[in-house]
Each structure stands twice: as C-alpha cells, then as structure tokens.
C-alpha cells in the first residue's frame, strides 16, 4: 500500500496529461522515483514542460491518501502499469492507463477473446434487441463483453451477456463508485458480481463529459474487436470504433435500414470495410484458432424479450396467466401491495417505489421473493411484469 500512494499521487497531479506520466514512468524506474526527484532530473524527462515540472513539485500527499482509504473502505483493487496482472493488450496502446480502480474480479482478458460493444445511448427497439441478442450470444460462445454501462446500447448489452451467465466488464468515465446514469445501481452491482467495473478515475469522481471519450480507449484497448449496434452519423460510438481501428484492433457493425438515423453510422462502418455482424458467430469465428478451446460455434438462442417487438401483431393473443390467491399465498403485505400494484405491462422499479411509497430495500426485497416463486418475471432494464392473475 506504501508503494500505491505514490501511483495515485502521480495519477491525480493536476496539469499533468497521460503521455507525460507514461514518459516520466519511462525515465525513472518508479513513481516513488519521481517523487523524490529534484526539478534538474524532471526536466530531463523527455517531452516534459517546465510548467509540468512545476506542478510535480507539489509533494502533498493527502488526496492520495484519502483516496487509498475510501479504496479500502469499498474494498476496490487497484492495477498499475507495472504489475503482472495489467494486461499486455491494454498496455500496447498508445496511452495506456497508469492506474485502473477495479470493483469486482477483473479476468485474465489477454487469455479470453473480448468483445467491446458499443452504441448509442438513445436506441431503438431494434438496437435494444440487437445488443441484448449479439451480447448473449458473444457471452454465451465464450467471449468477455466489454460495455461502458450507459443508457442504450450499452446496458442492453450488459443485460444481454449476464443473462448468458458470461463475464461483463464496465468501463465507466467516473469513479467506480459513482452510478451513472442513477438508474443502472442494479446493472453496476450485477456485472461488479459477474466481473468487474473498471475506471482511471478515483472514488468519487462524477463522470463528466470530457471523460468519455477518454475511457473510450480503454475499451477498444482491452478487446480485441469493437462491435457498433446501433449508432447515426455522429455518435460516441464511432469514436470508440476509431480508436479500435488505431489500435489494430478489427471493428464490427449491425446493418440498419438506410433510412434510420440510428443506422446511419453502422452502415456508413460496413461501407467502409468493417465486418458485418447479423449473428454472434459472425464475430467469434474469426478469434477461433487465436483463442483454442475457448469459443463455442453453436450458441444457445436469446430468450426472447417479454415487451412487443417490431414486427409481432398488434393484438397479439395474451398468454392465459395462472391465478393466485392472496389469502392463501402466505404472502407478505410488501408482496402483495406489489402485486396489486404490478400490471401486465413492464414497470420500472423506480415507479414501483414511487407508487407503493415503500422503501427501495423492502421493494426490492419483496420483488427477489415474488420471482423465485414466479409470481413476477424480470424483464429488461430492471422492469417487472405480473405473472398471475390476482383474486381475493
């Protein structure tokens, strides 16, 4: 821990970009090292400005401090560039991250074919089932998915690879700690179990626009391809693709309809060369002989989505629902105030809170119960639908 606090003290001074701290690793042996360095060997660092120069002369070591201690109290990990489990792909890139904050069991991703899977924050049901399906099948034929856990795309496809059972990495542009958007608590939690959440940034840190499209390197660095859902002419998700491309790493993309805006920029990917991904396979079949033994060609089918997709009739016959007695179900006033509560059609659990006026531990509580006896079912984003009919 001695040796941590001077990493974090070099990662969090203020003035000093990333190419700087890789040089200045580069010259001296240790961060340690360049602590206790005078201003005549800093600035024989090559690159280095005397106005950064100047910032390294701040010795305090409070702020790193503190943020070893909130590490410890959220019982984080912490990576840098130096040790054995940081991995090569990551650090081959241009500007890798001197220091990575882990929630969770990062894998050994130089040993695993990892998938980053990108897209648009404002997606449509077509994106949405294109990410949870490609992401199931990526997960469930052997791959990692790596996400940035934002609304969209992003957290379809977190959905769609941990109800595969498969290993999600988030990569998040503030602190590990810090949800957002303040909906997903549930999805951070869930991949944390099934993987990890992962960000250069301390505990704390509000992830702020500037940030994304920094962390965006991270997650084509650690994969070996990128995979575009759903993303229109000018989208984050096309930075991402570009990195991966500068990167050497290969880029996928999920065709569209040539007049959906949201498709403009998959289509405009695949014009220019990138592969086209209508199946998971599609992607995996290339990393088969990389990665011996590890993929599976026939992967399992998607559950379908519980909510009406494109293209179903729309007075589509509804299923005839067990019934359930609320007198004799043994049921708790929680349980049964949500299902009084609940309707066929999926509501969130920020609603379910809202309307029962009960605290999110209990409704949550109750929820977890309502399923194991399938009484409820879960559907996408964390969104519940009644599983029965009620009668008294």
């Excluded at 690793?25 to 005397?50: C, K, M, N, Q, S």
């Excluded at 904050?101 to 074919?113: H, M, S």
């Excluded at 570009?242 to 050497?248: E, F, I, S, T, V």
């Excluded at 309707?343 to 006026?357: A, F, G, R």
Aim: hydrophobic letters at 40%.
């Amino acid at each position: 821990m001695s040796m941590l606090k001077y990493w974090v003290w070099l990662s969090r001074c203020e003035g000093i970009g990333n190419q700087t701290r890789l040089a200045l690793l580069e010259h001296f042996r240790t961060p340690e090292d360049v602590y206790y360095a005078d201003e005549g060997e800093i600035l024989l660092t090559e690159g280095i400005t005397r106005q950064e120069a100047e910032v390294l002369k701040n010795k305090d070591l409070t702020k790193a401090d503190q943020i070893l201690a909130d590490c410890d109290r959220l019982d984080l990990q912490l990576l840098t560039l130096h040790d054995a489990a940081y991995p090569i792909r990551l650090r081959s890139i241009y500007d890798p991250p001197c220091l990575l904050y882990i929630r969770g069991r990062f894998p050994a991703v130089d040993e695993l074919p990892a998938i980053a899977v990108v897209g648009t924050r404002k997606a449509s049901p077509y994106g949405i089932r294109c990410a949870e399906n490609l992401a199931f099948g990526l997960a469930d034929g052997g791959a990692v998915v790596v996400t940035g856990l934002a609304r969209g795309i992003d957290s379809a496809a977190a959905q769609g690879a941990l109800r595969a059972g498969g290993i999600v990495i988030g990569v998040l542009g503030g602190g590990v700690d810090v949800i957002y958007p303040r909906e997903n608590g549930w999805l951070y939690d869930d991949v944390a179990a099934a993987g990890c959440l992962i960000s250069e940034y301390p505990p704390g840190t509000e992830p702020l626009p500037g940030h994304f499209p920094i962390r965006n390197r991270i997650m084509s660095g650690l994969s070996v391809a990128a995979l575009v859902v759903e993303a229109p002419a000018r989208s984050g998700a096309l930075i991402t693709a570009g990195m991966a491309l500068d990167q050497g790493r290969d880029v996928f993309a999920v065709p569209g309809p040539i007049y959906a805006e949201n498709s403009r920029g998959c289509n405009r990917l695949i014009r220019d060369g990138a592969g086209v991904a209508a199946e998971p396979w599609d992607i995996l079949r290339d990393y088969e002989a990389q990665f011996p033994g590890k993929l599976r060609g026939q992967t399992r089918p998607a559950p379908e989505l519980l909510e009406k997709q494109p293209g179903q009739p729309t007075e589509a016959a509804k299923p005839v629902l067990p019934s359930l007695s609320l007198k004799g179900a043994g049921l708790t006033d929680d349980q049964i105030l949500l299902l009084r509560t609940l309707t066929d059609q999926p509501m969130p659990v920020d609603d379910l809170i809202e309307l029962t006026e009960l605290p999110a531990r209990r409704v949550l509580s109750a929820l977890t119960m309502l399923e194991i006896d399938q009484y409820v079912t879960q559907c996408s984003g964390k969104r519940y639908i009644r599983a029965v009919t009620l009668f008294e």
